[in-house]
Every structure is written in C-alpha cells, then in structure tokens.
C-alpha cells in the first residue's frame, strides 16, 4: 500500500469513493464475466442497510481503479449469541492487471481494515489455494457451519481476527443480499 503520489504503473489501494461506483461496477464485469451478478451484488450490499455498513477498497493503477474488494456484514449464530461478522466478497481485479499481486493486496488491506473494526470473524467463499496462503483456513475444521450445502467445504474459509474467542462457534447467515442474487454457492449446471 503507497500513501504517495503514485506513478502510473504503482499499485495503491484506498477505500473506495462514491465517484468510485461505476468503474467498481465495470472492474468486477470484467474480472467475473459480463452476464455476471456480482456489479449488482456491491451496489445492492451498499445500499441495504445493515449493523455495520459495508467497507470497500479499491486498487488503482495511475488513478484508476482496476480491483476491489468489499466486506460487508452477515451473522453468526454462535450458542451464546448473533455475533456480527464480515463477509469478503466479492474480490475482483481486471484480467488485464491480474497475477501482479492486486487481488493479494486488497485481501491484505481488507483483513487489516476488518482487524481494526473489532469484529472478530471474515468468512468468505474461495480457493483454499488462493486464501489459504492470505490469512484464512477452514471454517469448518474450527467448528463453524457453512450457510448452504451447495458451499464445497474447502471453499469455505474464515480468517480470526483479534477479537475472536473460542466460544464463538455456529452458522453463518449470509446477509439477505447474498440470497436476492443468488449468489451463495454453486448450482448444479445439470439441474
Ligand atoms: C482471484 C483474483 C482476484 C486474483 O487476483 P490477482 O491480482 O491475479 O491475484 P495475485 O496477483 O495476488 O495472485 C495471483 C495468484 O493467484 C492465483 N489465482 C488466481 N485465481 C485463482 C483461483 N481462482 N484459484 C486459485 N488460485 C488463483 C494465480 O494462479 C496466481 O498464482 P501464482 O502467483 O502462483 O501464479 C483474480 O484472478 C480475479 O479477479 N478473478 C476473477 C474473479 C474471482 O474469481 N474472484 C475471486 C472470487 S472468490
């Protein structure tokens, strides 16, 4: 992360702007296909209210956005109580720009950003290959339970923040934006 001017091939990640919004929307087409989602997605998680409103990060290259990343809300039904935790989705870089380390600093400066908040859990969805090596390991080795069967178990992941306490076990419940979009697991391409 640079606080500098930068030049026009460093990479500099910020919180995302309002002005922001449409190249977010434009980065994300691009990394997850056209027909996808998930633009939708960052607009519909910004614009539902919610206990802790969402965090995004951009990564720009000579000004531009070209990655993103958002962390937003959801809930874990732990034995003692609904604890509020992050969700990381989605993460995005333009192809053009991946595989030069993007999607690693914005995963980096999101679990940083979420340490601060004091929310002790960041689950998302993923390559174990990916996370693995960022910061997260299985959630369900450590006793939480994926919100929907259609989530391999290998690609659900969550990584412990500071003010995580053993007790803090149980189900995710995405946020309802998640549902709205269907965009929680993977459906069966045959059904
Ligand atoms: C995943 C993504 C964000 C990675 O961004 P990036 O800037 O290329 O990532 P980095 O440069 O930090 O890391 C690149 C490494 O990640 C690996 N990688 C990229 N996508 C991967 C995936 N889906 N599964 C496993 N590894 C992956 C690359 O092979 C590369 O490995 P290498 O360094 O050994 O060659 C980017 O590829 C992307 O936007 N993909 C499309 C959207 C997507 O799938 N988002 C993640 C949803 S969970």
Redesign the pocket.
Known sequence: MTTDAPSSTEVTIRAEKTEDRLAVRRVHAL??GHHDPVPDLVDLLRSTAAPLAPLGLVATVGGEPV?HVMLSHSRLDAPRRLVNVWVL?????EPD?????????LVTAALKTAGLTGVPLVF????P??YGSRGFESASALGFRAPSLRIPDPAFQVARMPAYEPWMTGTLVYSDPFWALDCVGLRDPQA
Do not use: D, K
């Open positions: 990394a997850f990655g989705s989605p993460l995005g870089v720009h991946q595989r030069r380390g993007v999607g690693t600093a998302l969805e993923g390559s290959r990916y």
